[in-house]
């Protein structure tokens, strides 16, 4: 694997002149590359280092402090459960576990490692969170939202997942517009506020 | 048809005596049809503040006008945005923007809705910044996660460009030239942070820089040129503040820290999302008002009021209002760590099923990951407080634990570290130590709580 031609012409024409130094390029060539292999290897990283002026172990250590830049094959789809509190409470663990146990890998390994199917079509690991808490537990897979995936909603998901998509949807709360409007009785339901109104 | 901004309302106040409805100022794209796009952007009033401070104002009186709103930024620090813009005026070009759109704090997303909904609001607040700072470079660095926001913005530079908003001569302004980019990061929580945003969009691994120099000055900012730094909300309040004035946007909300805030809340609510209100507003109006009560009726445990990096408030001090200048002052002190802290407004509750000592073992799991490993307090102690807590989580805990976390934390937070990551990694443990310690001295005696009833959280999870 190597960088095309496209990606070169790519990253001379465009990211290089974007910014005022040659290593500012560095982010979007490295997202160009990966996008054509899944995955970033040495090779790349010599190439790349080439158009930008960078030794290859410098793109290296770059590539390594993110987690999104992969240094390994990948399977073809990568499935993130957020595991942070607003899914945890909501039950993320179980999503997790239940995604494992369908595509027949091991939730309970432990660490925060990647795990990829024998046949190489998925690969699933926890992540942080990714901004979409009012649709908890959410998923990210191959950079797409998806949510809420309860546990129950796992078969689901994995027959059919543009259902769940929440791409471009706005917020829970504003199902009927921008306006933040109090929820009808909630007087009636809610626990009088402790201590005098502030 | 048009849908501009109400005129201001005098009589307008914070908290529970807020008269409703409460217009929208920031969301109000939601619910329209391609409101992303130019054409409905025009259509609510957009590039109008722009067009008044080209046409009708200078540079400086547009800084006045921001600094007299008291618009305090909202990524989470509250630093006046007219005095940063005025402090990177007067050190020399040229100068560079910093969108900072990398919003990574677990329970904080209004910066994606806005994103998504509005990217012309987000460019015309640049724009207004530009031409006060004379700035001609100005970036959006997005995390790698939102791929689509980066699409929408894309798209709405390309449509800025074609119009003549973006580009040379801005609305024939002979010299107002400005060029706009996105750059897309790559997973990292501390590019949150502004030193290590410049670093990664530079190209770098995301390591905190040591200040002074700071962003504004030579020497510290982007590729070493005098910067503003601002967040996605903090720009999308400016041309609001130019169309309608500084009174009008000092007059909103709380008096200290004015404007419409993007509030987001989740956890064990009914209805979590994103909620445009006064700065001010109650914690017990949002969870009750507005976000639908809580899930099971279970009463409120704790909140998270600025997500992880701040620190727990009691289930019982619900009256507090949530803006920056009330949860940074006392009593919501607690030395040595600080204030509890507002962060964005990305608030986490946690009803009284909730195991706290699981959640917290997870904040301590967070940090430890995202910890950029510059500085030596938090790189050490935030994996201490990782396997500390990790092994109290499991039910391994022994009674001298509780002690070493003490110790660990106080030695990460109280202004140690380079960047705020570190200092504030610590907040989420050390609050949840002093208001729930019998919960954590339970499982190191063995008594773990079997599970997080109704939650059907297993002890073991994580």
Redesign the interface.
Known sequence: MSLSQAARDRIVNEFIPRYPSKRAALMPSLWLAQEEAGWLGTEVFEEVGELLDLHATDVASVASFYVMFHRRKIGDRLIEVCENPSCFLNGSDQTHARICDRLGLDAGHGGHGMQTTPDGKFSVRPTECLAACDYAPVVQVDLRFYGPVHEADVDAFLANMEAFSIQGKPSVSMANGPQAVPVEGWETHAPPAPGSAA | MTQTPPAADASIQH??GQP?????VL?????RDGGRFLSDFLLRGGYQGLTKAVREMDPDSVIKEVTDSKLLGRGGAGFPTGVKWGGTKRNPGPRHLVVNAD???????G???AI??DPHGLIEGMLVCCFAVGIE?AYIYI??????GAEVLENAIKEAYAAGYIGKNILGKEGFNVDI?V???????VCGEETALME???????QPRIRPPFPIEVGGGL?GRPTVVNNVETLMCVPHIVVRGAAWFASIGAPACPGPKLY?I???V????????PMGT?L?DLI??????MKR?Q?VKAV?PGA?ACQLLPG??????MDTATLTRPPHWHPPFGPVGFGAG?I?V??EE?DIV??VA??A??FA??S?GKCVPCREGTHWMQDVLGRIAHGHGRPRDLGILEDVTRNIGGRKTLCALGDFSVNSVASALRLFRPEFEAYCNGHARSTAAG????VA??
């Not at chain 2, 009914?270 to 209100?277: A, D, I």
């Not at chain 2, 939650?455 to 297993?458: L, T």
């Open positions: 908290g529970a409703l409805p409460w217009e929208p969301m109000t794209a939601v619910g919003e990574s704090e677990p329970g904080t997303y910066n994606r809705y998504d909904a470079q995390r790698g996660e939102n791929l689509y980019s750059t897309r990061g790559a997973g990292a929580y990664s969009l530079e190209g770098r691994r995301a590729f987001t989740s956890g064990h009914n209805r979590p999302g994103v909620y445009e209100l109650t017990y009750y008002k507005y976000a639908g009560g009726n009463k998270s992880l019982t001090d619900l009256n507090v209002q990305g986490i946690y009803g909730t699981q959640v997870r904040a799991g967070f990951r995202e950029c939650s059907g959280v297993p999870a994580g």
